[in-house]
């Protein structure tokens, strides 16, 4: 029985979701990065800038609302993808950087095949264990995971074997990829926005 002096406090969750944000800047920028996998066009400072910008810091900072939603999974994902974004942004330009005292070359040494080949599998090793975290989650994250798994084994596969054609496969694979996790972003947006489930996720 309460006391005259106890009372019930409820608190509502008023902030917005920021699961489509990260899953946007995810989609869109793996989309343009696997375009130019599958061979449409070469790689340059669009794929650079949506890599830093749209796939890094956009998820980054759904990284940091999810973690005040106390959401464990949507942080390290999040958190993970977008810093994934920074580091591959960081492989393909820091080689180009060059320092005065270097006598005008390269301080650092692009990564080779096969230096490539581990970064890309330990990231598919890493999603691949992701996924077993989404079979408690919806089917839409299930895909988004399980394709991205395939796409790094697949890009790793491409790079220790030298084969183009494997490249050029996980370059469409990548665009299914991209466009699933835009999928559930923008359908997460409109079932919120008309308070019914319009697009299946």
């Not at 019930?8 to 979701?17: E, F, G, H, P, R």
């Not at 890599?51 to 994902?77: D, H, L, P, S």
């Not at 960081?90 to 270097?102: A, D, E, G, K």
């Not at 694979?173 to 999928?183: H, L, Q, R, V, W």
Request: hydrophobic share 55%.
């Amino acid at each position: 029985m309460p006391t005259e002096n106890e009372k019930a406090i409820s608190l509502k969750d008023m902030t917005a979701n920021p699961a489509p944000l990260g899953l946007l800047g995810f989609g869109i920028t793996t989309v343009l990065l696997n375009i130019h996998n599958a061979g449409f066009f070469p790689i340059n400072s669009m794929i650079l800038a949506m890599g830093f910008a749209y796939g890094g810091i956009a998820q980054i900072m759904a990284c940091a609302m999810e973690y005040k939603k106390g959401n464990t999974f949507a942080t390290v994902a999040f958190g993970s993808y977008g810093l994934f974004w920074w580091s591959l942004v960081l492989l393909l330009v820091l080689p180009q950087v060059t320092f005065f005292n270097t006598g005008g070359t390269s301080a650092l040494q692009a990564a080779d095949a096969t230096s490539m080949a581990a970064y890309l599998f330990m990231w598919g090793v890493f999603t691949l264990v992701m996924f077993i975290a989404t079979l408690k989650l919806n089917r839409g994250l299930q895909v988004i995971f399980i394709s991205l798994a395939i796409l790094f084994f697949l890009l790793a596969l491409g790079d220790i074997t030298g084969i183009k054609a494997i490249t050029i496969i996980a370059g469409y694979e990548g665009i299914f990829t991209g466009a699933a996790a835009m999928y559930v972003g923008l359908a997460e947006v409109i079932n919120e926005t008309y308070k019914k489930d319009i697009l299946p996720i």
